[in-house]
């Protein structure tokens, strides 16, 4: 299906281009939320990179798949925005980071490490973080990941060994504190 869809797709039918979306949307927006932490900026990031993908499908040759090669547009085009972001001043807090779009009410520790987890991601350079995200929250093998960031499959390694070490300090960091109190 998809294939017949980027064929009509890349002959101009926006009817089949909103259709592929609508089969990478969803993780496509959990990617560009956990790196941005602001549901009406992911909102304004995915807008512009779903028309660059729009634009240049044309020129997609076909060398990775489809969702590969959008969540690369997407990828790039939230570090142009923490970029610019960053230029201006502004950051990402770890309040920002703990809230969910649509939270659902968790019991108490599982709540706690939630929080803990997502304030943990938040504090990662966005890079190490992007490349935990793609891996161990979308499931993509190293190869893909490296071809949605760009970078050698040694260089995902060790940017998700480093990010893992990080993680599990600053989470056994996080419940150090909760048994504290």
Not at 30 to 57: N, T, W
Request: charged content about 25%.
């Amino acid at each position: 299906m998809e294939a017949h869809l980027l064929v009509r797709a890349r002959a101009g039918d926006l009817d089949a281009f909103v259709q592929l979306i609508g089969l990478h949307d969803e993780p496509l927006r959990a990617l560009a939320y956990r790196l941005l932490g602001d549901p009406q900026l992911m909102d304004d990031v995915l807008q512009e990179a779903y028309l660059k993908a729009f634009r240049s499908l044309r020129g997609f040759e076909g060398r990775s798949a489809f969702g590969s090669w959008l969540y690369r547009i997407v990828y790039n085009t939230c570090m142009d925005q923490l970029r610019r972001r960053s230029s201006s001043g502004q950051h990402l807090s770890l309040g920002e980071a703990g809230r969910l779009p649509d939270p659902a009410p968790d019991p108490g520790e599982v709540a706690a490490q939630r929080l803990d987890l997502a304030a943990a991601l938040a504090a990662l350079p966005p890079k190490m973080r992007a490349t935990v995200l793609l891996v161990d929250a979308e499931g993509m093998d190293y190869q893909t990941a490296a071809g949605v960031l760009g970078i050698p499959v040694g260089t995902v390694r060790s940017r998700l060994s480093q990010a893992r070490q990080l993680l599990r300090r600053a989470l056994s960091e996080g419940e150090q504190g909760r048994d504290e109190s």
